[in-house]
Every structure is written in C-alpha cells, then in structure tokens.
C-alpha cells in the first residue's frame, strides 16, 4: 500500500491507488461487501483469478458446471437477501450462464454475473471463445455492461450492484475484455454512479392508495393475491398487519409461498394450476383482488379472460411494466410493497369503514372443509411422494429452508410441507428450471450455514447438475436431499396421461433398473446415500439425514410411478374447471343460482 493511500485513509478521504484492471475487480468486490463468488477460471477470465487468489474477503468456490454457478448465486441471494456473484469466462462458460441468468430475471433474483470477453481488438471476429454474451442476454438481464476500459471496473461493478439489488431486483451482466483486466489503472473508491435514468419509484401515490382503501371498503368479497414482491419487500409483518386488521382471505403464490403462514385461519393456500380449491375458489369468486407483488401470470389466471371476472383489481408493483399488463387494474399502484402495506394500513387505521366478510368468510371456510388437500395412497404399498413430503415437513420444521427445482416434486413441496417464515421455499418459479435445486440449494447453505437445507428435487431434474455434490463434498456445504425418484420425467408423464391417451413418449428413466444406482452416486461424489421404499420407513431415513451434518446426504425416495399432483387447472382452461382428482370437480356456491 501507498503512502498517500495510508494517509487518505487516514483523513477518511477517497481512495486511489494504481492497480490492474483485474486487480480492480477484485478490490471492488471487496468493497461491495462480497464473500462468495461461485465461478469456474477460463482463458478471457483468467487475469481476474490471479488477485482473487490472494483475496482474503472473497471465498472462491470453484463449481463443476457454470450452470450450477449460477443457480448457486441465486440459492445464496434468496436466502440471505444480499446479491448473489457468479463468475465465467468467454464463450461457452459464458453461454452456459444464460440459463440461470434468465431463471433470475423471471424470479427477480438479484445476482451479478461476471464474464470475461475476448481482447477489445478481437471484438466481432469470431475469436477463440467469443460469444456476445451482452446481446445474447439482453433481453433476460435487468442491465448489462460490456467494460473495455479499466478505468471503468470498479464504477461499473458498483452500478451492477445498485441495480441489481434496487427497485425490482434482478441479474446484471458485467462483461468485461481481457485487456481491460489486465492493463493498469487508477483505483478509486467509492466511485461516482452514472445512472442518470435509473430512479426506481418505491413510495405510492397517496390518492391511489386512498382509491384502494375505498374499494377495499366497498367490496363484500376481498382476497389478498400476494406474490413474491411482497417476500423481496421485507413486508411479511406488514402483511400480517393488514391481514388482521381487515380480515381478509390471503392467498400466497409458488414465489410467496411462507410469508404469510400456512397456519393462519386467514390463510386460504396456493392459486393457480396446482393451487388449493379454496385459494383458486376465493379468487373466481371474489369482487375484489388486492393483488401485491404479482405478475397475474398465466400459472395462476388460467384462461385469462374467465378469471376472476366479478372482481374489481387494486394492483400494486414497484415494476410499473407488471401492473395492468395481463389484466386491468382499476388502480393501479407503483411502489414498494412495504410502502404500499404501511401506507394502506394507516389510511384504513384512520377510517371508521369496516367490511362484513361473514358470508364470505362461511363460503370460504366451507371450500376449505369440503376440498382439503389430499393425496392417493397405493394398494401395493408403494411411496407417496406427498406422504414424503408430509413427514420431511414435520421432522425439519419450519425453520429449515426447502429449496425445489421444477415439476411435480416442485408441486408437492409447495403443497405439503407447513411454510411459516417467509423465503423458506426457494424454487424455479417462473422459467421452471430443470437443475435448479442441487447448486441452489448449494448457495443457499452456504448463505445460511447455520440453518438446515433441504434440496427436494426429481430424478429428471437432479440428472442435470449432480456434478455439484462434489462441490458441496469438498467446500463443505453438507445440503440435504430429498430425491423424488418415480422413474420418470414426473409432470411430463401426468400429462401424458391425462391428454396424450397414456402415450408415454420419451419419460420413461427407467431409474427403476438404477441406472444410475442413486446410493451409489452419492457415495461416489463423498455423500452419504440412504435409499427409502416404504411408508414404514420415512421417518427413520429423514432423522437419519438430519444426523448428519458434516457431508451432504441424499436419499433416494422410489416412489409410485403414476402419484399425482392434485388439485390441477389444465392449461388454457377456467379456473372454474379445476379438478380435484380425475373426472372429479369440486362443486361452487353459486352453481344452484
């Protein structure tokens, strides 16, 4: 260190100091606050590896495939709240990060992904391991920067920050050429930002949240649609508040799923495809949609002009994009969910209006009696991978994060373990990513190293980033998981049978030859395998899991082929036509009017 860097330390004044581009990066890094970057070294990236090396603030955690990078950066930005990092170099290591990439962008997940680029000069001549890895993600990033300079690292990975982790959270890419990261520069910090057009609105307009306190007023049939921009908010107590204070019927989406708990009379479950018939009921029914933090996507509308179609829509985002863009708000709020909640509740505090939702609530309760979620038991005793789910969510707890990938088992997570907190579910909401689970829940574990992960995954989606058990092995992660084995591509199957007269193209593992031998591959990766068949056993298997702490565990669960997700709202299809198990349908209130 400099003299004069010593002494403006010393006078609490700016630093600068001259360093290499690459240097740079890493001392930005540092300053941001950054501990772990999930990353694999290649030839355009590889300056950067060498002062990351030396860095004493920032774990490097070196994965077997980029994909599982980033899905790590997203595991470890869900369950701490912080921006996820992860690092590649040009070319395929870069493509190989599109995948997570956009699973962040569809989930507002806020990560910062790292590449490294061909030098400035070989730009656009189809270099060794040139991709342009800036447009090809442009329109599944929130922002991206390619850097030729280096004079521009560290302002531009501070920006990366900022707006990744601010308004609707979100990845940024930082593409950044050989040559800047290894030419010399002068170091300052903390730099100026440049986002003169980037001013997310996070407080509401008071006149629409007045507006909204007049409906909620008005209605006689409210609910509650809350989705994950009230999880990435902060605003779960505020929610409660409101909740209480109105009583109206809450419902959680997949991305919302234990920030309202499941355990509150208020609450009426999931909406949606595979939601609750009372969730699904009190939506169709009701006159008045309080939606906060939603997208109103189609997993949750189903056929959208049939949704909900006596309901009035308040609409609030601090995406302005998201509001009125599938259905009509009648108002429509910009902000922060947090804000909105708090701003809400004061003016209806202040009001003397209070709704009756007596009927309401004997219509709701009702569904809630009649159509509880439910699940097929097998005459051959074979495994329910609901019954699994059951007893997992019992002996872990609600203080343990759940962390799923896409498909049935994704399904029955939601539906049958008991969310309490909110962020515990961490999943592959709205791109729906095959290999989600195993890397997410790697970054998860190593966000919260003090709390119990559970990867709750299918034998399909845990074929496609396996390989990071033996980054958890070797970094220590001990994640724990819970392997849906049905043989099968599971949700691919269910509609196959229900739409495709059981043709059964291309689904088949055939995982019950074990191939692979599950147990085997554990062990083989410096696991622990433990294989489950029978009802009788669960218990045992998941203590034994929950005893081990040291290594990662997986148990293998070969459950029935042909199990189920319940209740469904085929795709394109009314949420009136929801069915509870085939060719069974529940019935509604108002179908004898």
């Given at each position: ?18 360093m290499t581009g690459a240097q740079a990066l890493v001392r930005a890094l540092e300053h941001m606050g950054v501990d772990t970057v999930f990353g694999i070294p290649g030839g355009a990236i590889l300056p950067a590896y060498d002062p990351l090396y030396d860095s004493t603030k920032v774990r490097h955690v070196l994965v077997r495939h ?221 006159d008045l949609i309080i939606g906060l933090g939603v997208r109103f996507d189609d997993r949750v509308t189903g056929h959208l002009a049939s949704f909900a179609p006596h309901a009035k829509v308040v609409h609030a985002d601090i995406d302005p994009a998201e509001i009125s863009k599938n259905r009509h708000a009648d108002v429509p709020i ?131 980033t396996n390989q990071e058990l033996a980054t958890c092995a070797l970094e220590g992660v001990p994640i724990k998981i819970a392997l849906i084995n049905n043989g099968n591509l599971g949700m691919v199957r269910q509609w196959q049978t229900l739409f495709y007269d059981q043709r059964y193209s291309n689904t088949d593992l055939q995982t ?82």
């Amino acid at each position: 260190m400099s003299l004069s860097l010593e002494s403006s330390h010393a006078r609490n004044e700016p630093m600068t100091e001259r360093m290499t581009g690459a240097q740079a990066l890493v001392r930005a890094l540092e300053h941001m606050g950054v501990d772990t970057v999930f990353g694999i070294p290649g030839g355009a990236i590889l300056p950067a590896y060498d002062p990351l090396y030396d860095s004493t603030k920032v774990r490097h955690v070196l994965v077997r495939h980029e994909q599982g990078a980033g899905h790590a950066a997203e595991g470890y930005a869900q369950a701490t709240g912080r921006v996820g990092v992860c690092m590649a170099t040009s070319g395929p290591g870069a493509t190989n990060l599109v995948t997570p990439i956009a699973d962040a962008y569809m989930d507002s997940v806020p990560i910062v992904a790292i590449t490294g680029q061909v030098a400035s000069g070989a730009i656009g001549t189809d270099a060794f391991q040139e991709a342009d890895i800036s447009g090809i993600t442009m329109p599944i990033t929130k922002h991206n920067f390619l850097i030729t300079n280096p004079a521009d690292i560290a302002r531009t990975i501070m920006e990366a920050f900022h707006i990744a982790s601010t308004g609707r959270p979100g990845p940024v890419l930082v593409d950044i050429s050989k040559d800047a990261l290894q030419a010399e520069t002068t170091f300052h910090w903390p730099p100026t930002m440049q986002l003169p057009g980037y001013r997310p609105v996070t407080k509401p307009h008071s006149k629409q949240i007045r507006e909204a306190a007049k409906l909620i007023a008005e209605s006689r049939r409210p609910v509650l649609y809350v989705g994950g921009g009230v999880h990435k908010a902060g605003a779960a107590a505020e929610l409660r508040q409101l909740a209480e204070l109105t009583n109206i019927p809450v419902i959680t989406t997949l991305m919302a799923r234990g920030t309202f708990p499941d355990s509150h009379p208020q609450h009426m479950g999931m909406p949606g495809m595979h939601g609750s018939v009372s969730a699904v009921g009190a939506l169709q029914q009701s006159d008045l949609i309080i939606g906060l933090g939603v997208r109103f996507d189609d997993r949750v509308t189903g056929h959208l002009a049939s949704f909900a179609p006596h309901a009035k829509v308040v609409h609030a985002d601090i995406d302005p994009a998201e509001i009125s863009k599938n259905r009509h708000a009648d108002v429509p709020i910009v902000g922060d969910c947090k804000e909105v909640i708090s701003d809400l509740i004061g003016v209806i505090q202040a009001s003397e209006a209070r709704g009756d939702y007596a009927d309401w609530w004997t219509i709701l309760n009702g569904y809630k009696k009649t159509y509880p979620l439910g699940y097929e038991t097998f005459a051959d005793g074979s495994l329910a991978p609901q019954y699994v789910m059951e007893r997992l969510s019992s002996i872990a707890g609600p203080e343990a994060y759940y962390v799923a990938g896409v498909g049935q088992h994704q399904m029955w997570a939601a539906q049958f373990v008991g969310y309490e907190n909110p962020g515990t579910f961490i999943n592959s909401g709205g791109l729906g990513t095959m290999g989600f689970a195993i890397p997410a829940a790697m970054g998860a574990k190593m966000g919260r190293p003090e709390s119990t992960v559970w990867a709750i995954d299918g034998d399909g989606c845990f074929q496609m980033t396996n390989q990071e058990l033996a980054t958890c092995a070797l970094e220590g992660v001990p994640i724990k998981i819970a392997l849906i084995n049905n043989g099968n591509l599971g949700m691919v199957r269910q509609w196959q049978t229900l739409f495709y007269d059981q043709r059964y193209s291309n689904t088949d593992l055939q995982t019950t030859r074990r191939i692979p031998d599950f147990v085997k591959l554990a062990e083989a990766y410096g696991c622990v395998g433990l294989r489950c068949e029978r009802p009788e056993d669960v218990d045992a298997v998941i203590k034994k899991a929950m005893e081990i702490n040291d290594v990662p565990v997986v148990v293998d669960f070969v459950v029935h082929q042909d199990a189920m997700v319940w209740p469904m709202v085929a795709a394109g299809t009314s949420n009136d036509d929801i069915k509870i198990a085939r060719d069974m349908a529940p019935k509604w209130e108002n179908e004898d009017d």
